[in-house]
C-alpha cells in the first residue's frame, strides 16, 4: 500500500493563478481531509469528506474548492492564488468506522505565492 | 467545540533526560486524544491515541501520555530521549465528522 499520495511536493505561483493539489489513498478510507500548516500555528482543516460526493467546510476554507468523486481522490482547487495562501499543504485520509480513528497524513505539498 | 492548547512551543533537553510535552484540551463530545510527531521536512505520524480504557496509553517509540479528565490534560512522556526524537509534536482532540483539532506544536529538541 502507498498510504496517501500528494503531488506535486512542491509548487511555486504567481499571484492570481489557479492550481490543483492532488491527494490519493489506497487505503479505501471514507474519510480525507486537506490541512495547512503554517509556523506557530499547528494544521488546520481547511476542507473535509466523509465520503464519495459529500464535502464540508473546515476552519480556513476561503479561497479553495474540493470535490469527491471517488473514494480515492480528494484533490484541492486553488482558485486564485494569493501571497496568504504560501503554506504547507497535507492531506490525511482515515476509517473510523473501523475503528481506524486518527488520520493517516501524506508527505505534504509546499506551496509558495509570489 | 473542540481546542487544544500546547504550553510550550520549544522544550530544549539532553540526551538520556526525561521529558514531557503537556497538551490541554477542550471538547463538547466523546473524549478521542492524539499525539502525532513531525520530522524535519515530513508527513505527520501518529505517535499514540487515547479512545477509551486506561488512561495511561503507550504509544511508538517509548512515548506514553496520561488520559486526566478531571485537569482536561493528555500529556506526553519519555523517560529517556535519544538525539533522533528531535522532531515537532502536536496534541490533537477529535471533533464531530472524524475531525481534528490540532495543538500549535511544541518544539523538541534534544541536545548532547
Known amino acids: 500500500n502507498a498510504g496517501v499520495t500528494q503531488t506535486p511536493k512542491f509548487q511555486v505561483l504567481k499571484t492570481g493563478q489557479s492550481m490543483t493539489l492532488q491527494c490519493a489513498q489506497d487505503m479505501n478510507h471514507e474519510y480525507m481531509s486537506w490541512y495547512r500548516q503554517d509556523p506557530g500555528m499547528g494544521l488546520r482543516l481547511i476542507h473535509y469528506?466523509?465520503?464519495?460526493?459529500?464535502?464540508d467546510q473546515g476552519e480556513v476554507p476561503n479561497g479553495y474548492n474540493v470535490s469527491r468523486s471517488t473514494t480515492e481522490d480528494f484533490p484541492l482547487r486553488l482558485l486564485s492564488a494569493a501571497p496568504s495562501q504560501t503554506s504547507v499543504y497535507f492531506c490525511?485520509?482515515?476509517?473510523?468506522?473501523?475503528?481506524?480513528?486518527?488520520?493517516?497524513f501524506g508527505s505534504g505539498t509546499r506551496l509558495t505565492v509570489v | 467545540a473542540q481546542s487544544v492548547t500546547q504550553l510550550d512551543s520549544q522544550v530544549p533537553v539532553f540526551e538520556e533526560a526525561p521529558v514531557e510535552l503537556r497538551c490541554n484540551y477542550s471538547?463538547?463530545?466523546?473524549?478521542?486524544l492524539f499525539w502525532y510527531v513531525q520530522y524535519p521536512n515530513q508527513g505527520l505520524q501518529l505517535l499514540l491515541k487515547y479512545l477509551s480504557g486506561s488512561t495511561l496509553v503507550k504509544g511508538i517509540n517509548g512515548f506514553e501520555a496520561e488520559f486526566n479528565k478531571s485537569q482536561t490534560s493528555f500529556h506526553l512522556r519519555k523517560p529517556s530521549v535519544h538525539i533522533s526524537d528531535t522532531a515537532e509534536y502536536f496534541c490533537?482532540?477529535?471533533?464531530?465528522?472524524?475531525?481534528?483539532?490540532f495543538g500549535t506544536g511544541t518544539q523538541l529538541k534534544v541536545e548532547l
Open positions: 490533537a482532540v477529535k471533533g464531530g465528522g472524524n475531525k481534528l483539532t
Open positions: 471538547s463538547s463530545v466523546s473524549v478521542y
Open positions: 490525511a485520509s482515515s476509517n473510523p468506522e473501523r475503528g481506524g480513528y486518527g488520520y493517516t
Open positions: 469528506s466523509v465520503g464519495a460526493g459529500i464535502t
